[in-house]
């Protein structure tokens, strides 16, 4: 079992930063591979940045390229999201997910879920 805590949202002005923190624990977490998930109102939640167990990041949502950050901590148990220029269209609430080795693209690839931080950009 793999525990995920995350933190770091808030209410911030267009064009500001936030960096989101996931902490892990539990069971091998050197072993898993992150996801940052953002869920906007009435929309699908969609991986916006993740990181394999190896360290290599990816960032499939191309209008997070060039402003966000993933990375982690030299313990591989906290990943962290820099999110920089932020915009409205950035809104939502952020999860993050955990699944051994690889990053998955789809929710349903992941085995387990912090409870969300919510992040509102005001413009």
């Known amino acids: 079992q793999v525990q995920l805590v995350e933190s770091g949202g808030g209410l911030v002005q267009a064009g500001g930063s936030l960096r989101l923190s996931c902490a892990a624990s539990?069971?091998?977490?050197?072993?898993?591979?992150r996801g940052w998930f953002r869920q906007a109102p009435g929309k699908e939640r969609e991986l916006v940045a993740g990181?394999?167990?190896?360290?290599?990041?990816?960032y499939p949502a191309a209008s997070v390229k060039g402003r966000f950050t993933i990375s982690r901590d030299s313990a591989k148990t906290t990943v962290y999201l820099q999110m920089n220029t932020l915009k409205p269209e950035d809104t939502g609430v952020y999860y993050c997910?955990?699944?051994?080795?690889?990053?998955?693209?789809?929710?349903?690839?992941?085995?387990?879920w912090g409870q969300g931080t919510q992040v509102t950009v005001s413009s």
């Open positions: 990181m394999s167990w190896t360290g290599v990041s990816t």
């Open positions: 997910a955990a699944r051994p080795y690889g990053v998955g693209l789809t929710p349903t690839d992941y085995d387990y």
């Open positions: 539990g069971r091998t977490c050197s072993t898993y591979a």
